[in-house]
Protein backbone atom coordinates (compact mmCIF):
# COMPACT_ATOMS: atom_id res chain seq x y z
CA UNK A 1 0.00 0.00 0.00
CA UNK A 2 2.80 2.34 -0.43
CA UNK A 3 3.11 2.27 3.35
CA UNK A 4 6.75 1.15 3.38
CA UNK A 5 7.92 3.91 2.03
CA UNK A 6 7.19 5.96 5.63
CA UNK A 7 9.48 3.52 7.39
CA UNK A 8 12.83 2.25 7.55
CA UNK A 9 11.40 -1.46 7.64
CA UNK A 10 11.74 -3.33 4.83
CA UNK A 11 7.86 -4.95 4.57
CA UNK A 12 9.34 -7.24 1.84
CA UNK A 13 11.98 -8.87 4.25
CA UNK A 14 10.52 -11.80 5.26
CA UNK A 15 9.39 -13.21 1.95
CA UNK A 16 12.65 -12.07 0.49
CA UNK A 17 14.29 -14.67 2.96
CA UNK A 18 11.85 -17.08 2.34
CA UNK A 19 12.70 -16.97 -1.25
CA UNK A 20 16.44 -17.52 -0.22
CA UNK A 21 15.67 -20.39 1.46
CA UNK A 22 13.22 -21.80 -1.30
CA UNK A 23 15.78 -21.19 -3.85
CA UNK A 24 18.80 -23.20 -1.63
CA UNK A 25 16.31 -26.01 -0.48
CA UNK A 26 13.30 -26.64 -2.19
CA UNK A 27 10.48 -28.41 -1.34
CA UNK A 28 12.93 -29.29 1.64
CA UNK A 29 11.92 -26.27 3.03
CA UNK A 30 8.07 -27.52 3.16
CA UNK A 31 8.82 -30.35 5.54
CA UNK A 32 10.76 -28.23 7.78
CA UNK A 33 8.05 -25.41 8.20
CA UNK A 34 4.49 -25.12 9.25
CA UNK A 35 2.58 -21.68 7.71
CA UNK A 36 0.91 -19.47 10.69
CA UNK A 37 -3.11 -19.81 9.50
CA UNK A 38 -4.68 -18.31 12.31
CA UNK A 39 -3.89 -15.08 13.89
CA UNK A 40 -3.69 -14.08 17.51
CA UNK A 41 -6.84 -12.07 18.93
CA UNK A 42 -7.64 -9.83 21.20
CA UNK A 43 -9.26 -12.45 23.33
CA UNK A 44 -5.67 -14.40 23.57
CA UNK A 45 -3.50 -11.66 23.69
CA UNK A 46 -5.41 -10.41 26.59
CA UNK A 47 -2.83 -12.59 28.87
CA UNK A 48 -0.55 -10.01 28.56
CA UNK A 49 -2.10 -6.96 27.02
CA UNK A 50 -4.84 -4.66 28.75
CA UNK A 51 -8.53 -4.21 27.44
CA UNK A 52 -8.30 -0.81 26.60
CA UNK A 53 -4.82 -1.10 24.50
CA UNK A 54 -6.33 -3.60 22.51
CA UNK A 55 -9.65 -1.99 21.84
CA UNK A 56 -7.62 1.52 21.49
CA UNK A 57 -5.86 -0.33 18.01
CA UNK A 58 -8.70 0.32 16.15
CA UNK A 59 -7.84 3.77 16.37
CA UNK A 60 -5.11 5.19 12.99
CA UNK A 61 -3.64 7.61 16.04
CA UNK A 62 -2.58 4.37 18.56
CA UNK A 63 -1.47 2.36 15.35
CA UNK A 64 0.56 5.60 14.04
CA UNK A 65 1.83 6.32 17.50
CA UNK A 66 3.27 2.60 17.92
CA UNK A 67 5.25 3.09 14.53
CA UNK A 68 6.67 6.28 14.64
CA UNK A 69 4.83 7.64 11.70
CA UNK A 70 2.72 10.21 12.48
CA UNK A 71 1.13 11.24 8.73
CA UNK A 72 -0.71 7.49 9.52
CA UNK A 73 -3.33 8.86 12.12
CA UNK A 74 -5.09 10.50 8.60
CA UNK A 75 -5.22 7.23 7.36
CA UNK A 76 -8.59 5.38 8.08
CA UNK A 77 -7.89 2.65 11.29
CA UNK A 78 -9.45 -0.51 8.63
CA UNK A 79 -6.08 0.00 6.08
CA UNK A 80 -4.14 0.44 9.13
CA UNK A 81 -5.09 -2.77 10.87
CA UNK A 82 -4.68 -4.62 7.62
CA UNK A 83 -1.74 -3.57 6.50
CA UNK A 84 0.23 -3.29 9.62
CA UNK A 85 -1.62 -4.87 12.72
CA UNK A 86 -2.65 -8.04 11.49
CA UNK A 87 0.81 -9.18 10.77
CA UNK A 88 1.84 -9.00 14.17
CA UNK A 89 -1.21 -10.69 14.86
CA UNK A 90 0.23 -13.68 12.74
CA UNK A 91 4.12 -13.26 13.56
CA UNK A 92 2.50 -13.15 17.27
CA UNK A 93 0.76 -16.40 16.47
CA UNK A 94 4.09 -17.59 14.80
CA UNK A 95 6.20 -17.13 18.27
CA UNK A 96 3.71 -19.06 20.00
CA UNK A 97 3.61 -21.69 17.88
CA UNK A 98 7.65 -22.00 17.98
CA UNK A 99 7.50 -21.97 21.45
CA UNK A 100 5.07 -25.13 21.77
CA UNK A 101 7.24 -26.67 19.08
CA UNK A 102 10.44 -26.11 21.13
CA UNK A 103 9.24 -27.50 24.05
CA UNK A 104 9.21 -30.91 22.39
CA UNK A 105 12.94 -29.98 22.21
CA UNK A 106 14.01 -28.15 19.06
CA UNK A 107 15.33 -24.95 17.79
CA UNK A 108 12.50 -23.06 16.33
CA UNK A 109 12.59 -20.24 13.84
CA UNK A 110 9.55 -17.73 13.65
CA UNK A 111 10.92 -15.54 10.60
CA UNK A 112 9.10 -12.65 12.35
CA UNK A 113 8.41 -11.95 16.01
CA UNK A 114 10.81 -10.07 18.42
CA UNK A 115 8.40 -7.54 19.45
CA UNK A 116 10.57 -6.72 22.41
CA UNK A 117 9.47 -2.97 23.09
CA UNK A 118 5.36 -3.93 23.59
CA UNK A 119 4.09 -3.41 26.78
CA UNK A 120 1.18 -4.62 28.92
CA UNK A 121 -0.59 -1.24 28.37
CA UNK A 122 0.96 0.10 24.98
CA UNK A 123 3.10 -0.61 21.97
CA UNK A 124 6.21 1.58 20.91
CA UNK A 125 9.21 1.26 18.51
CA UNK A 126 7.18 -0.81 16.02
CA UNK A 127 6.14 -3.31 18.62
CA UNK A 128 2.45 -4.07 18.79
CA UNK A 129 2.01 -7.44 20.61
CA UNK A 130 4.74 -8.53 23.22
CA UNK A 131 5.30 -11.68 21.72
CA UNK A 132 7.78 -13.73 23.84
CA UNK A 133 5.37 -12.88 26.93
CA UNK A 134 2.36 -13.76 24.94
CA UNK A 135 4.03 -17.50 24.77
CA UNK A 136 5.29 -17.99 28.13
CA UNK A 137 1.87 -16.62 29.87
CA UNK A 138 -0.10 -18.67 27.52
CA UNK A 139 2.04 -22.04 28.22
CA UNK A 140 2.00 -21.08 31.73
CA UNK A 141 -1.71 -21.22 31.69
CA UNK A 142 -1.86 -24.14 30.15
CA UNK A 143 0.33 -25.81 32.57
CA UNK A 144 3.07 -26.64 30.27
CA UNK A 145 5.61 -24.17 31.61
CA UNK A 146 5.13 -24.14 35.80
CA UNK A 147 5.78 -20.97 37.15
CA UNK A 148 9.40 -22.14 38.62
CA UNK A 149 10.71 -23.42 35.64
CA UNK A 150 13.38 -20.83 34.16
CA UNK A 151 12.86 -19.32 31.21
CA UNK A 152 16.00 -17.46 29.26
CA UNK A 153 15.40 -14.27 27.08
CA UNK A 154 18.40 -13.91 25.12
CA UNK A 155 18.12 -10.39 23.33
CA UNK A 156 20.78 -9.50 21.09
CA UNK A 157 18.79 -7.12 18.28
CA UNK A 158 20.63 -3.46 18.56
CA UNK A 159 18.00 -1.57 20.95
CA UNK A 160 17.66 -2.51 24.97
CA UNK A 161 13.92 -4.77 25.13
CA UNK A 162 12.10 -2.53 27.68
CA UNK A 163 9.01 -4.23 26.86
CA UNK A 164 10.45 -7.88 27.65
CA UNK A 165 11.92 -6.70 30.85
CA UNK A 166 8.82 -4.91 31.83
CA UNK A 167 6.76 -8.02 32.40
CA UNK A 168 9.68 -9.91 33.88
CA UNK A 169 11.36 -7.35 35.89
CA UNK A 170 10.50 -9.41 39.37
CA UNK A 171 9.73 -12.52 37.92
CA UNK A 172 12.69 -14.32 39.57
CA UNK A 173 11.79 -17.66 36.73
CA UNK A 174 12.46 -15.59 33.86
CA UNK A 175 16.35 -13.89 33.41
CA UNK A 176 17.17 -11.49 30.52
CA UNK A 177 20.21 -11.15 28.66
CA UNK A 178 20.46 -8.58 26.57
CA UNK A 179 23.38 -6.84 24.82
CA UNK A 180 22.21 -3.30 23.71
CA UNK A 181 23.70 0.03 22.56
CA UNK A 182 22.80 2.49 25.13
CA UNK A 183 23.10 5.47 23.05
CA UNK A 184 19.69 4.46 21.04
CA UNK A 185 16.42 4.39 21.40
CA UNK A 186 15.06 3.20 24.61
CA UNK A 187 18.35 4.18 25.75
CA UNK A 188 20.36 3.33 28.98
CA UNK A 189 18.35 1.25 31.64
CA UNK A 190 18.33 2.99 34.92
CA UNK A 191 19.03 1.57 38.43
CA UNK A 192 21.87 -0.30 39.85
CA UNK A 193 24.25 -2.07 37.17
CA UNK A 194 24.96 -4.95 40.02
CA UNK A 195 21.32 -5.92 39.59
CA UNK A 196 21.25 -6.84 36.30
CA UNK A 197 24.60 -7.77 35.56
CA UNK A 198 23.74 -9.24 32.12
CA UNK A 199 21.59 -6.57 30.53
CA UNK A 200 24.90 -4.87 29.40
CA UNK A 201 24.98 -1.29 27.26
CA UNK A 202 27.49 -1.09 24.75
CA UNK A 203 28.50 2.08 23.03
CA UNK A 204 27.35 3.53 19.13
CA UNK A 205 29.75 2.65 16.70
CA UNK A 206 31.41 -1.00 18.87
CA UNK A 207 33.24 -2.59 16.27
CA UNK A 208 32.83 -6.85 15.20
CA UNK A 209 35.94 -8.07 17.23
CA UNK A 210 34.98 -6.01 20.65
CA UNK A 211 31.72 -6.86 19.93
CA UNK A 212 32.12 -10.52 19.79
CA UNK A 213 34.64 -10.43 22.48
CA UNK A 214 32.05 -9.09 25.14
CA UNK A 215 29.46 -11.65 23.52
CA UNK A 216 31.75 -14.66 23.91
CA UNK A 217 32.59 -13.70 27.23
CA UNK A 218 29.43 -12.73 28.89
CA UNK A 219 26.81 -15.12 27.46
CA UNK A 220 28.58 -18.35 28.78
CA UNK A 221 28.60 -16.80 32.11
CA UNK A 222 24.76 -16.31 31.74
CA UNK A 223 23.92 -19.58 30.89
CA UNK A 224 26.18 -20.97 33.63
CA UNK A 225 24.62 -18.85 36.30
CA UNK A 226 21.39 -20.00 34.56
CA UNK A 227 21.51 -23.87 34.44
CA UNK A 228 18.98 -26.16 32.97
CA UNK A 229 16.46 -23.78 31.56
CA UNK A 230 13.41 -24.89 30.05
CA UNK A 231 13.17 -22.88 27.35
CA UNK A 232 15.16 -20.08 26.18
CA UNK A 233 13.71 -16.88 23.60
CA UNK A 234 16.61 -15.72 21.46
CA UNK A 235 15.61 -11.86 19.36
CA UNK A 236 18.10 -12.57 16.49
CA UNK A 237 17.90 -8.80 15.81
CA UNK A 238 19.85 -8.19 12.35
CA UNK A 239 20.15 -4.30 13.23
CA UNK A 240 23.52 -4.20 14.78
CA UNK A 241 24.85 -5.05 11.36
CA UNK A 242 26.72 -1.67 10.19
CA UNK A 243 24.74 -0.75 7.23
CA UNK A 244 21.61 -0.76 9.42
CA UNK A 245 19.78 2.79 9.58
CA UNK A 246 19.02 2.40 13.24
CA UNK A 247 21.39 0.13 15.13
CA UNK A 248 24.12 2.36 15.40
CA UNK A 249 26.99 -0.11 16.18
CA UNK A 250 29.85 -0.91 13.41
CA UNK A 251 29.88 -5.06 13.49
CA UNK A 252 30.35 -6.37 10.27
CA UNK A 253 27.72 -8.39 8.09
CA UNK A 254 30.25 -11.90 8.54
CA UNK A 255 30.43 -10.81 12.09
CA UNK A 256 26.65 -11.03 12.87
CA UNK A 257 26.37 -14.87 10.92
CA UNK A 258 29.07 -15.60 13.64
CA UNK A 259 27.06 -14.33 15.92
CA UNK A 260 24.29 -16.27 15.54
CA UNK A 261 26.02 -19.81 14.97
CA UNK A 262 27.67 -19.06 17.99
CA UNK A 263 24.73 -18.69 19.76
CA UNK A 264 23.29 -21.36 18.39
CA UNK A 265 26.02 -23.60 18.65
CA UNK A 266 26.05 -22.86 22.68
CA UNK A 267 21.88 -23.56 22.78
CA UNK A 268 22.45 -26.53 21.22
CA UNK A 269 25.27 -27.94 22.75
CA UNK A 270 23.64 -27.51 25.87
CA UNK A 271 20.22 -28.99 24.82
CA UNK A 272 18.47 -25.92 25.67
CA UNK A 273 14.94 -25.81 23.71
CA UNK A 274 14.67 -22.20 21.93
CA UNK A 275 12.61 -20.29 19.84
CA UNK A 276 14.43 -17.70 17.62
CA UNK A 277 12.68 -14.34 16.34
CA UNK A 278 14.34 -12.44 14.02
CA UNK A 279 13.46 -9.02 15.67
CA UNK A 280 14.78 -5.44 14.53
CA UNK A 281 16.40 -4.77 11.36
CA UNK A 282 16.53 -1.88 8.86
CA UNK A 283 19.25 -2.22 6.02
CA UNK A 284 19.22 -4.06 2.67
CA UNK A 285 21.58 -7.04 3.94
CA UNK A 286 18.81 -8.28 6.98
CA UNK A 287 17.24 -10.59 4.81
CA UNK A 288 20.13 -12.30 3.73
CA UNK A 289 21.28 -12.89 7.44
CA UNK A 290 17.36 -14.18 8.11
CA UNK A 291 17.79 -16.36 5.82
CA UNK A 292 21.49 -17.36 6.20
CA UNK A 293 20.85 -18.60 9.87
CA UNK A 294 17.62 -20.32 8.82
CA UNK A 295 19.56 -22.02 6.47
CA UNK A 296 22.69 -22.71 9.10
CA UNK A 297 19.61 -24.08 11.18
CA UNK A 298 18.92 -26.65 8.27
CA UNK A 299 21.92 -27.62 7.87
CA UNK A 300 23.34 -28.38 11.05
CA UNK A 301 20.45 -30.38 11.71
CA UNK A 302 21.61 -33.89 10.12
CA UNK A 303 24.47 -33.67 12.14
CA UNK A 304 22.98 -36.59 14.54
CA UNK A 305 25.77 -34.94 17.22
CA UNK A 306 22.70 -33.65 19.04
CA UNK A 307 20.92 -36.61 19.72
CA UNK A 308 16.89 -36.03 19.40
CA UNK A 309 17.73 -32.31 19.27
CA UNK A 310 18.27 -32.51 15.45
CA UNK A 311 14.65 -31.38 14.34
CA UNK A 312 14.49 -27.92 13.68
CA UNK A 313 11.65 -26.32 12.42
CA UNK A 314 10.83 -23.03 11.21
CA UNK A 315 7.64 -21.10 11.39
CA UNK A 316 6.83 -19.16 8.02
CA UNK A 317 4.97 -15.69 8.67
CA UNK A 318 5.86 -14.08 5.75
ZN1 LIG B 1 16.18 -3.06 17.24
Same mark, same amino acid.
Given at each position: ??????????????????????? *???????????????? $????????????????????????????????????????????????????? $????????????????????????? $??????????????????????????????????????????????????? *??????????????????????????????????????????????????????????????????????????????????????????????????????????????????????????????????????????????????????
Amino acid at each position: MGLEKLHPFDAKKFSKAWSLLLN *EFGDEISALSTIVTTP $ATNEALEIVHSREYLTSLQQSKTIASVVEIPALRFIPGFVLQKGLVDSARYAT $AGTLLATRQALESSIVFNIGGGFHH $AFSDHGEGFCFFADAAFALETLRAERKISPTDKVLMIDLDAHRGNGFTSFY *ENDKSVSIFDLYNMQVYPGLKQGEPDDFPFIIPLRAGLNSDEYLKTLKTELPLFLDSNPHPTLAFYNAGTDIVATDKLGALSVSYDAVKERDRFVVDLLREKNIPTVIMTSGGYSNDSYKLIADLASYLIRTSACGIFNNYCHNALIGTA
